[in-house]
């Protein structure tokens, strides 16, 4: 008796019509879009978008929008400037001690708000064997080089056959101490995370193996995702997550709390929640800064910092990541600073070393007051803006 055909990724705007993720009468509107970039909506994504919902949260990451084709004039196909970054073709050295290797160009599913979207897709082409030797070349000269990031596109999208070449290429380099693979694959396509594509990358002898699992809805983390990570834990890998923050998707509180909940019970530690980079047609899916170190600040009350992530935003023109929560500490003219609790109530704490002289008070059940107004007049922020 023959097996059932399995279900494949949609990869077209003609597709997801059929499929009835698309209406008809929107074709016209779309199919710029659709020429334009890449489109592929995996079967484990597509189940879970609900076609009623015209404000579905997964729909909204996956299917092709008219408003990509607006421009806005500060965004930039190399929003966070790989480019002047790449001493080669497929490798980004930003910072002293890592680099980035793209090893693929193509990814399981495309996201709509993606900020390599100009340069990934079918056709792209994954880097060549002389390119990754040039790669490894550049990292056995640099001692100073303790980790690479595999990305992309998805590398693991690649076979398991090309992940375990790699894996043993980078792991003989004896001062590389880590490898990290960046990758949405275990929520979009779970059933690819097979124990040979886990052992292909876990077996790196001495090696720190990291996966940064990228999932922006706690609808994602499905069972069969959960088993996919356990896959990959449980051969040793350490899975950390990454997920941006998205209008209309996980702009609230209520999701971004049920998502961090979710990636701890699946063994994955919050690691970043990245403000939405300046890329080509994403101004739909940016928040503004300012409602993001609110959300942090409500993530702070509710939860432990086990489930914390970063608020981070890289910065355009290749000047690299920060953190950009909120501030919790604010300088005094008198040297003394203002921190603020999780509820948002101010208290006086008196920085002090042994044999400093004592200053005016320091009793802090005195000093606390709910933050409602700037600090005294020359006062400073420490790690953000006045409050």
């Known amino acids: 008796m023959r097996s059932p055909r399995r279900a494949r990724a949609l990869k077209s705007l003609d597709e997801l019509i059929a499929a009835g993720f698309v209406a008809p009468a929107r074709r016209e ?156 694959l275990p929520v979009a396509a779970p059933e690819r995370v097979t124990k040979a594509l886990a052992e292909a990358l876990t077996r790196a002898g001495d090696k720190t193996v990291v996966v940064a699992l990228h999932a922006n809805h706690p609808r994602e983390l499905t069972a069969e995702a959960r088993a996919a990570c356990r896959r990959l834990i449980d051969r040793g890998a350490m899975m950390v997550s990454q997920t941006v923050l998205l209008s209309g998707v996980n702009d609230d509180a209520d999701t971004l709390e049920a998502l961090m909940r979710a990636f701890v019970e699946a063994r994955v530690k919050p690691y970043y929640l990245h403000h939405g980079d300046l890329a080509p047609g994403t101004a739909h899916f940016r928040a503004p800064i300012a409602k993001g170190q609110a959300l942090m600040g409500e993530l702070r009350r509710r939860l432990s910092g086990l489930a914390m992530p970063t608020y981070a935003l890289d910065i355009p023109g290749g000047r690299g990541k920060v953190p950009i929560g909120p501030a919790y500490l604010v300088e005094r003219p008198d040297g003394a600073y203002d921190v603020v609790d999780p509820e948002g109530v101010a208290f006086r704490y008196e920085d002090r070393l042994a044999g400093d002289e004592p200053r005016a008070s320091c009793d802090l059940a005195e000093s606390a007051r709910p933050l409602v107004s700037p600090p005294p007049q020359g006062g400073k922020a420490i790690g953000g803006k006045r409050r």
């Not at 400037?81 to 002293?96: E, T």
Request: glycine letters at 4%; aromatic letters at 8%; proline letters at 9%.
């Open 29 to 184: 509107a779309l199919a710029p879009v659709a020429a334009r970039y890449a489109v592929a909506l995996t079967p484990a994504l597509a189940r879970l978008i609900d076609k009623a919902d015209p404000r579905d949260p997964i729909a909204r990451q996956f299917v092709p929008d008219a408003r990509e084709l607006a421009r806005d004039p500060f965004e930039n196909p190399d929003p966070i400037g790989d480019a002047p970054k790449s001493p080669l073709k497929g490798l980004v050295h930003r910072y002293r001690d890592r680099v980035l290797i793209k090893l693929a160009a193509a990814c399981a599913v495309y996201c709509r708000f993606c900020f390599r979207r100009e340069m990934i897709g079918p056709g792209a082409g994954a880097m060549s064997a002389a390119e990754f030797a040039a790669a490894l070349d550049y990292i056995r000269a640099r001692p100073q080089i303790w980790e690479a990031v595999m990305t992309g596109g998805d590398p693991l999208a690649l076979s398991a056959r090309r992940l375990a070449a790699t894996t043993r290429a980078l792991s003989a380099i004896p001062h590389l101490k880590t490898l990290r693979w960046h990758t949405r």
